[in-house]
């Protein structure tokens, strides 16, 4: 019993330093927010500077066109997080159910996508969206990354440990692919589709290299754009900049914490899942 609680007692406290390890840089993030600029390097490693300057969120606003920033942000996060799923749920149907040759190579293949960075594929996925011309445009900051096989892996690993009966069920009843997939394993699929959903939104709404590379005009700009204006000739102005930092990380840790059952749910039993 004794070593029960010891135990107990160590994972808490390890578990505790974790989360404060996670959550200093946010803390720092909304102390340095409410800092007069002068003060953000030259107060130290003091949370707090010589005054509470609550200012900084209106100049945050006033500085960069920050509703059309944020506006775009969701359109292009929305957008590819619901393409995202849409990819996700029909490749990983096609791996786990549909017999064809080749179809284990074919996935493993897939999977080795996951290893390329962001940085090769920027260059010739540019130059195709220049051709198509289709760069600075919703659809070139949407659809190139919208085919990861992440969603597709996570997916197929819930799909690989359904059984067999119900679809065979449904076949028998006269169900094609489409009815099953749409009318049998959708409603099963809520936890993994959550957390695909929820991972591409962030990932939408974080990326900054595509963006960067992509638009060319400041009102196609998403989130990271926006954030980067607070840089100019004269520096960087702080306070406004670690303000708006703060304020548009909120919708994504509001995402989390609402949805954090589902994640839970669907990373477990979608990534440990299989046979």
């Known amino acids: ?47 707090v500077g010589s005054e509470v300057a609550w200012d900084n969120y209106p100049s945050a606003l006033r500085s960069i066109p920050f509703g059309r920033v944020v506006l775009n942000s969701f359109i292009v996060s929305l957008s590819g997080a619901a393409l995202v799923v849409i990819v996700s749920i029909l490749s990983a149907y096609a791996f786990a159910r549909l017999r064809f040759r080749g179809r284990d190579h074919l996935f493993m293949l897939f999977l080795g996508t996951l290893v390329l960075p962001q940085e090769v594929l920027v260059i010739p996925l540019y130059i195709g969206m220049q051709r198509a011309g289709l760069v600075n445009s919703y659809f070139a900051l949407i659809v190139p990354f919208a085919f990861g096989a992440f969603g597709a892996f996570l997916i197929r690993q819930f799909l690989m440990s359904l059984p067999l009966e119900f679809e065979e069920a449904a076949r028998i009843d006269g169900c094609g692919d489409w009815q099953i997939l749409t009318k049998i394993l959708l409603p099963l699929l809520k936890a993994p589709i959550t957390v695909v959903g929820v991972f591409a939104f962030i990932e939408y709404w ?70």
Do not use: C, Y
């Open 206 to 275: 974080s990326t900054f290299l595509w963006p960067l590379i992509v638009v060319k005009d400041s009102s196609l700009a998403t989130i990271p754009l926006g954030l980067q204006m607070f840089s100019g000739e004269r520096g960087t102005d702080w306070g406004p900049l670690m303000a708006a930092v703060t304020m548009t990380t909120i919708p994504s840790i509001l995402l989390v914490v609402f949805l954090q059952k589902q994640l839970e749910k669907g990373v477990t039993l979608g990534a440990f899942g299989g046979r």
């Open 1 to 47: 019993m004794r070593k029960k609680r010891a135990s107990t007692v160590i994972s808490v406290i390890l578990l505790g330093l974790i989360a404060v390890a996670f959550l200093f840089p946010f803390a720092w993030m909304v102390a340095t927010s409410l800092k007069p600029t002068n003060e953000v390097f030259t107060s130290g490693i003091s949370p």
